[in-house]
């Protein structure tokens, strides 16, 4: 267990010879770059800016699109990439030049990474034995993991023998034996089908009850995010969108991305316009008008917000069908069970509402015609410039 701070981390990874003709190459060609990542002389900045303070056996996520810089982050934590700048504590203690093991820390890859020709007992007694701990020891600390992660049946299997859910129990309990002061872990659950996947976020849940470990976990996977955080780092391009917990994410994203990012389905948006009234504050979009909750009233005239054009978005879970409201036709109906997913055009976009199925007599069908509406304390509302949610 241990604090972890990250003070204005960054990381450059510069042009090797080959690279760097690519990149003159697309530099003439600029509709080819994929990504938004700064480019400079020095080379390509993965991450920037980012300030983190990870308290003692808090459960950090670290969630963002492919390529926004969550691996690198999480290998600079590690020592297993140079920090370019900025500094990195581990409980109070500078950590910038401190080698990979001498961190304290145990590493979890989406690949598991387990020797093929070790038994499951002898991949967990691995590090233990290098640090030459006394043959009895070793084994109470692998039968305790083993017994934590449900593998004790598989101690005298090969690895070749065991499904990938088995591998990956096996990877973290050969990480769980060193007692690590932080735990990092790279989409651990990445190559395991939906309902492993499902039953292993289960268990690391229960793991870190179970441990006293501070752990930073990488995914892409909102719904990992959402479950597995205490508190989650919203990524992209680089740059940190927001950091909060889950509820605070998801009922306060600082910006369009994030809003867009966590939640499924994705959140609705419409062009509508904020209008100001004294202290008042409501939405006009399609005709209908949407009175702001009094609690957002006061967060937007704290910040003196004034009548503008914005995005406005809601989640489709906070939309319902009406009888009054925006007017608008089915284009598709996906019969979920339980619930329906209504998926409407307004405004050439594309519009979702759940609708519980339970005593409804007619689930609206293609081309069915259809008004929704929704609360003044679920609509969100954001600047037309720069994307920021208005209410921060
Ligand atoms: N060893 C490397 N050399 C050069 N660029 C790299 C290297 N590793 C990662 N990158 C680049 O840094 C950016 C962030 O990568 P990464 O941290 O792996 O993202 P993520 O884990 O969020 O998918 C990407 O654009 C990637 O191409
Ligand atoms: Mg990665």
Same mark, same amino acid.
């Given at each position: 267990?241990?604090?972890?701070?990250?003070?204005?981390?960054?990381?450059?990874?510069?042009?090797?010879?080959?690279?760097?003709?690519?990149?003159?190459?697309?530099?003439?060609?600029?509709?080819?770059?994929? &990504?938004?990542?700064?480019?400079?002389?020095?080379?390509?900045?993965?991450?920037?800016?980012?300030?983190?303070?990870?308290?003692?056996?808090?459960?950090?996520?670290?969630?963002?699109? &492919?390529?926004?810089?969550?691996?690198?982050?999480? =290998?600079?934590?590690?020592?297993?990439?140079?920090? &370019?700048?900025?500094?990195?504590?581990?409980?109070?203690?500078?950590?910038?030049?401190?080698?990979?093991?001498?961190? @304290?820390?145990?590493?979890?890859? %989406?690949?598991?990474?387990?020797?093929?020709?070790?038994?499951?007992? !002898?991949?967990?007694?691995?590090?233990?034995?290098?640090?030459?701990?006394?043959?009895?020891?070793?084994? %109470?600390?692998?039968?305790?993991?083993?017994?934590?992660?449900?593998?004790? %049946?598989?101690?005298?299997?090969?690895?070749?023998?065991?499904?990938?859910? %088995?591998?990956?129990?096996?990877?973290?309990?050969?990480?769980?034996?060193?007692?690590?002061?932080?735990?990092?872990?790279?989409?651990?659950?990445?190559?395991?089908?939906?309902?492993?996947?499902?039953?292993? =976020?289960?268990?690391?849940?229960?793991?870190?009850?179970?441990?006293?470990?501070?752990?930073?976990?990488?995914?892409? @996977?909102?719904?990992?995010?959402?479950?597995?955080?205490?508190?989650?780092?919203?990524?992209? !391009?680089?740059?940190?969108?927001?950091?909060?917990?889950?509820?605070?994410?998801?009922?306060?994203?600082?910006?369009?991305?994030?809003?867009?990012?966590?939640?499924?389905?994705?959140?609705?948006?419409? @062009?509508?316009?904020?209008?100001?009234?004294?202290? =008042?504050?409501?939405?006009?979009?399609?005709?209908?008008?949407?009175?702001?909750?009094?609690?957002?009233?006061?967060?937007?005239?704290?910040?003196?917000?004034?009548?503008?054009?914005?995005?406005?978005?809601?989640?489709?879970?906070?939309?319902?069908?009406?009888?009054?409201?925006?007017?608008?036709?089915?284009?598709?109906?996906?019969?979920?069970?339980?619930?329906?997913?209504?998926?409407?055009?307004? !405004?050439?976009?594309?519009?979702?509402?759940?609708? &519980?199925?339970?005593?409804?007599?007619?689930?609206?069908?293609?081309?069915?015609?259809?008004?929704?509406?929704?609360?003044?304390?679920?609509?969100?509302?954001?600047?037309?410039? !720069?994307?920021?949610?208005?209410?921060?």
């Amino acid at each position: 267990m241990a604090e972890v701070k990250l003070v204005n981390i960054k990381k450059v990874y510069p042009f090797s010879g080959e690279k760097e003709k690519k990149r003159k190459k697309r530099d003439q060609a600029p509709e080819e770059k994929k &990504s938004n990542l700064q480019v400079t002389e020095e080379g390509v900045v993965a991450v920037q800016e980012f300030n983190l303070d990870i308290a003692n056996k808090e459960f950090i996520v670290l969630v963002g699109p &492919s390529g926004c810089g969550k691996s690198t982050t999480l =290998r600079m934590v590690a020592g297993l990439e140079s920090i &370019s700048g900025g500094e990195l504590y581990i409980d109070g203690e500078l950590m910038n030049a401190v080698a990979p093991k001498e961190r @304290d820390i145990a590493m979890v890859f %989406q690949n598991y990474a387990l020797y093929p020709h070790m038994s499951v007992y !002898d991949n967990m007694a691995f590090s233990l034995k290098l640090k030459h701990l006394p043959k009895a020891e070793i084994d %109470q600390k692998v039968r305790q993991a083993a017994e934590i992660l449900d593998i004790t %049946q598989y101690l005298n299997r090969k690895p070749k023998a065991l499904s990938g859910g %088995q591998r990956q129990r096996v990877a973290i309990g050969r990480a769980i034996v060193r007692a690590p002061k932080v735990m990092l872990m790279d989409e651990p659950l990445s190559n395991l089908d939906a309902k492993l996947r499902n039953e292993m =976020r289960a268990e690391i849940i229960k793991l870190r009850e179970r441990i006293d470990t501070t752990f930073i976990y990488v995914t892409h @996977d909102q719904t990992e995010a959402m479950t597995l955080g205490d508190r989650i780092v919203v990524m992209k !391009d680089g740059y940190i969108q927001q950091i909060g917990t889950p509820q605070e994410v998801y009922n306060h994203p600082a910006n369009l991305f994030v809003a867009g990012f966590i939640g499924m389905p994705v959140m609705n948006f419409y @062009d509508a316009k904020l209008v100001r009234e004294g202290d =008042r504050y409501f939405v006009e979009v399609c005709g209908y008008r949407v009175e702001l909750s009094a609690e957002k009233e006061e967060r937007l005239a704290a910040k003196n917000v004034g009548t503008q054009e914005i995005t406005l978005g809601v989640r489709p879970d906070h939309t319902d069908l009406t009888d009054e409201g925006i007017a608008c036709k089915v284009d598709v109906t996906e019969m979920m069970g339980a619930s329906a997913h209504l998926h409407a055009s307004v !405004d050439g976009r594309d519009v979702i509402v759940i609708v &519980s199925t339970q005593g409804m007599k007619k689930i609206p069908q293609r081309g069915d015609e259809i008004h929704i509406s929704f609360d003044g304390d679920v609509a969100h509302v954001f600047s037309k410039e !720069d994307g920021k949610n208005l209410e921060f």
